[in-house]
């Protein structure tokens, strides 16, 4: 079992603390072993130099050069999409499902339950169906 | 201390032959109008804290002159009455119901005072042996009145969506909530 998902210069990084955290950002170029150099023009993420341990790889890349320009980067992520191709993924969709449940109201919450509670009364119904 | 007239520095020109008076001034408290959280109005859906109806959810209908909030179930949905419920002990949602058309202009403070209520007459065998609970006497002028607030109740309560269902529900915390980052 290999390492695949490398922390190179294109990789898609989603930044885990600070003021932006939740976001995602390209590695434009690594500095030493604990920092590197991320750049986010889509994403509002202002280019700066960050440590890998406030960050987490992802498995998605963009092809550009070592620290290319924000405008070169913005171009290769609309060639890769990778906007969508991020929001597709179960870890995008994980998070976002996160920042919706924080947003709920009691009368959501109370929505929920009463919609949680006719889905299992359609399986648990269409299980006995099956089950006879 | 006379006030002084003309210049000031100079003695008066004038002045009563004996000292008057200059009034204290009144150390009486000065009541101001109660505070209601900016959150609660009328048409609020409360959670409320404490007390024999804890953990219903129940509409205000409008705050009173002492401060309370009046507040109904509706009786039909959940048991509550028309009824005082202090702000201290309620939790205000941000869910709203449409109480225009309900009218509550002859509920204040001295409605609900216990010097209204029919008396209960306690013999000496009862204050001795007597400590059952004893059903409560409610008025029929209380039952009329419930009836005819909830009926305008009822209407704007159906008007919104699942409402009706989860102003029958109760509230409580189960393990995995955490309140101070729940939104209400």
Redesign the interface.
């Known amino acids: 079992m290999p390492f695949t998902r490398y922390a190179e210069v294109g990789r898609i990084v989603l930044v885990n603390y600070g003021p932006e955290s939740g976001k995602i950002a390209t590695i434009v170029d690594i500095v030493d072993q604990n920092k590197c150099l991320i750049d986010g023009p889509e994403s509002g993420v202002a280019r700066q130099v960050i440590p890998f341990s406030r960050i987490a790889l992802t498995d998605l890349t963009v092809k550009i050069q070592r620290n290319a320009r924000a405008k070169t980067l913005k171009a290769a992520w609309a060639e890769a999409e990778t906007t969508t191709k991020w929001e597709a993924t179960s870890w995008a969709k994980k998070l976002s499902m996160k920042k919706k449940r924080a947003t709920l109201t009691d009368f959501d919450r109370f929505k929920v339950m009463v919609a949680k509670k006719q889905k299992s009364a359609i399986i648990a119904k269409k299980m006995e169906e099956l089950s006879a | 201390m006379v006030a002084a007239s003309g210049t000031s520095g100079k003695s008066p020109r004038y002045y009563p032959a004996e000292d008057v008076k200059a009034p204290k001034p009144s150390y009486k408290v000065k009541q101001n109008a109660a505070k209601v959280r900016k959150s609660i109005t009328p048409g609020t859906?409360l959670?409320l804290l404490a007390g024999r109806f804890r953990g219903s959810?129940v509409v205000c209908l409008k705050p009173l002159e002492s401060g309370l909030l009046l507040v109904s179930g509706p009786y039909k949905i959940n048991g509550v009455p028309i009824r005082r419920v202090s702000q201290a002990y309620v939790?205000a949602?941000?869910?709203k119901v449409d109480v225009k058309g309900v009218d509550v202009s002859k509920f204040n403070d001295d409605y609900f005072s216990r010097a209204n209520d029919p008396v209960k007459a306690e013999g000496e065998d009862e204050f001795f042996t007597g400590d059952a609970p004893k059903a409560a006497i409610v008025s029929d002028e209380r039952k009329a009145d419930q009836k005819a607030v909830d009926a305008s109740l009822l209407k704007a309560v159906a008007a919104v969506p699942?409402?009706e269902?989860?102003l029958a529900?109760k509230?409580s915390l189960s393990e995995n909530d955490r309140p101070h980052?729940?939104?209400?």
Do not use: E, P, W
């Not at chain 2, 980052?181 to 209400?184: E, H, N, S």
């Open positions: 859906v959670i959810r939790i949602t941000s869910t699942m409402m269902g989860y529900a509230f980052k729940m939104l209400f």
